[in-house]
């Protein structure tokens, strides 16, 4: 829960400078640069689910999250929610790995609430199969894009709201998803062993591959459809960047696992290039400037859809 003690000061901050200055995202570059060399080093290779790179990778987010004095929301009262994950494209000794989603709630004493992912798993060296290499088996895939970058907006995410000193009207919950890859596993996991009642979730937000924005192709926004307030929302909203609406919410990332369940989605991707899936995929090729645009147009979708009711949110896909 957050400090109640500021609650105070930061309406007289309101008053004195006005909430458009109060309610600036806090997005830092530095800290997004961060999260992705971290992620995306040689030293983690690759982040294969199951292997030492996945789960210090998990490791991560949780220390982040302990950080950002965010709610363990996992099992048994910790940020971790394991399962297990099949390797279905290849055959391996191995193919049944260990994984875990990492779950972190902001508790506003809200009765509902917005869930932001993103998954942090990757291919490894390609041995579970994936690479869109000719000779990728062996080489690391560093998945600076995918999805280094969705897990870097993950975070930043969680601290501008835990740091913002103001008490939304929503919870939010944040979860860093496991074995994506292997099938948006982790997602589907959470979503048939929900933490939080499904019924209490206002809609969910995902990224996955928010780091390689290309201004001829613009953002892309799935899910625009599956909520009968997103189209309000979206109608006064403006950027720096272009930004396409696309009205289906099925497919593509973990967004999707939330979406058969009924729940209002949107997915935030700046699409494909000549890395995806390549050993090529690596921090210095991140567009960062145009990654904090992006988490800007977020924050302002989810501080508008905090505007909007639950019944504002019917199902409409």
């Known amino acids: 829960m957050k400090n109640f003690h500021f609650v105070f000061s930061m309406v007289l901050c309101v008053f004195l400078m006005g909430p458009s200055t109060l309610l600036k995202a806090q997005i830092n570059q530095k800290n997004l640069k961060k999260h992705i060399r971290y992620l995306a080093d040689d030293k983690m290779k690759g982040r294969e689910t199951g292997h030492d790179g996945s789960f210090k990778a998990a490791d991560y987010i949780e220390k982040y999250f302990k950080k950002y004095n965010l709610q363990p929301k996992g099992n048994q009262e910790t940020y971790r929610q394991s399962f297990q994950a099949k390797v279905a494209k290849v055959k391996l000794k191995d193919s049944i790995r260990q994984s875990t989603n990492i779950i972190g709630f902001l508790d506003n004493q809200a009765t509902y ?65 496991g074995a994506e890859e292997l099938g948006l596993i982790g997602s589907k996991y959470y979503t048939e062993n929900p933490t939080i009642p499904l019924s209490s979730i206002h809609w969910m937000l995902n990224m996955d591959m928010i780091g390689r924005y290309q201004a001829e192709n613009g953002l892309a926004i799935i899910g625009y459809g599956t909520s009968s307030a997103f189209p309000a929302i979206f109608k006064e909203l403006k950027s720096s960047i272009t930004f396409h609406k696309s009205h289906d919410g099925n497919g593509g990332s973990d967004q999707t696992s939330f979406y058969k369940k009924n729940i209002p989605v949107l997915f935030f991707h700046t699409g494909g290039h000549e890395d995806y899936h390549k050993s090529t995929d690596d921090e210095p090729k991140i567009d960062y400037k145009s990654m904090e645009a992006i988490l800007q147009l977020e924050i302002d979708v989810i501080d508008q859809s905090m505007k909007q009711s639950k019944m504002d949110f019917i199902w409409t896909n």
């Open 113 to 177: 609430t917005i869930v932001i992912g993103a998954h942090y798993d990757h291919l490894g060296t390609a041995e579970i199969g994936g690479s869109k290499d000719p000779d990728g088996v062996g080489k690391i895939h560093n998945g600076a894009d995918d999805n280094a970058s969705g897990v870097a907006g993950l975070l930043e995410l969680a601290r501008h709201y835990s740091e913002n000193q103001v008490i939304e009207p929503f919870n939010i919950l944040f979860i860093g998803f």
